[in-house]
């Protein structure tokens, strides 16, 4: 995957005016580089993602990845857990993201089960899963449509199955969102991006990438069914729960 990746340059010269954040070609031909210079910790979350994946998945089962982008959390996954200890699929909606995870797939872990399909996981049909992860998607998504998305994921769970659910946040208390917010361009910065790339892609992000507050997060995930989650871990201001039906 990451010999097709190339550098995030995307918001690096001047734009007179910066359009709305798309996965489009251009994201998707740097994306790799993009996620990992842009959301602390994302590779810790994909090699705990497998560990969660050893305690709690039935062998065999079905795990869904929704948002999968490139398919990162499926190759994780097929890269520590053996060919028949899971089906996956990847759901999408860019096209562009699609076929190259696909392709990905293809070239990386043919011996696994691995499936990616174009689809909005607002209206997907789900079919019973073990693990579903949503790792930084929900985001994503009209802030009135969130509920009702967890809601379909409690009911597409098997008994005992979990839910992985990564996101940016935002905290309740200004000062000290102002203080996350800050130190998380400290590290934009530290990982090579320039201010105008920060500002340009913060404005592009705008009523795009809404985040919830943490607890809106457990919120929504108990109004969904979820009798307990837990926030397994935070960086800054980025989170990920882990949510659980009952056995
Ligand atoms: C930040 S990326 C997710 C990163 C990915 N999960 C990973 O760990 O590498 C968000 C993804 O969600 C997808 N997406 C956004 N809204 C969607 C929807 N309604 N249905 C399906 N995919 C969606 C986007 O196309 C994008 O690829
Ligand atoms: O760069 C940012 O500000 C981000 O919020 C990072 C973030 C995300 O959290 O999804 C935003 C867009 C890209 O998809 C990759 C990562």
Redesign the pocket.
């Known amino acids: 995957m990451s010999d097709a990746s190339y550098r995030d340059a995307i918001f690096s010269t001047p734009l007179d005016r910066v359009a709305r954040f798309s996965?489009d070609e251009k994201v998707v031909a740097c994306f790799p580089d993009m996620?990992r210079r842009s959301v602390p910790g994302?590779g810790q979350i994909?090699g705990m993602l497998s560990l969660i994946a050893q305690r709690h998945l039935r062998h065999g089962a079905h795990v869904y990845?929704?948002?999968?982008?490139?398919g990162?959390?499926g190759l994780a996954l097929a890269g520590t857990l053996e060919p028949d200890a899971f089906r996956y699929t990847g759901?999408?909606?860019?096209p562009a993201?699609v076929s190259q995870a696909r392709q990905t797939f293809l070239v990386e872990c043919s011996d696994h089960a691995m499936q990616v399909e174009e689809?909005?996981?607002?209206t997907l049909e789900y079919a019973p899963s073990g693990l579903i992860?949503l790792?930084?998607?929900l985001q994503?998504?009209p802030a009135a449509d969130r509920d009702a998305l967890l809601a379909k994921l409690y009911a597409a769970l098997e008994p005992g199955g979990v839910l992985i659910l990564s996101e940016k946040t935002v905290d309740a208390d200004e000062r000290d969102n102002a203080w996350r917010v800050e130190r998380y361009h400290d590290f934009k910065r530290a990982n090579g991006y320039s201010d105008l790339e920060i500002s340009q892609k913060r404005t592009a992000l705008e009523n795009v990438l809404v985040p919830d507050t943490l607890d809106a997060l457990h919120g929504r995930l108990a109004k969904a069914g979820f009798p307990r989650s837990v926030t397994w871990f935070q960086y800054l201001n980025f989170a990920s729960l882990i949510a659980f039906k009952e056995g």
Do not use: E, K, P, V
Not at 119 to 122: E, F
């Open positions: 996965f996620i994302y994909l990845d929704l948002g999968c982008s490139l990162a959390s759901i999408d909606l860019s993201m689809a909005d996981i607002r992860i790792n930084f998607t994503f998504l």
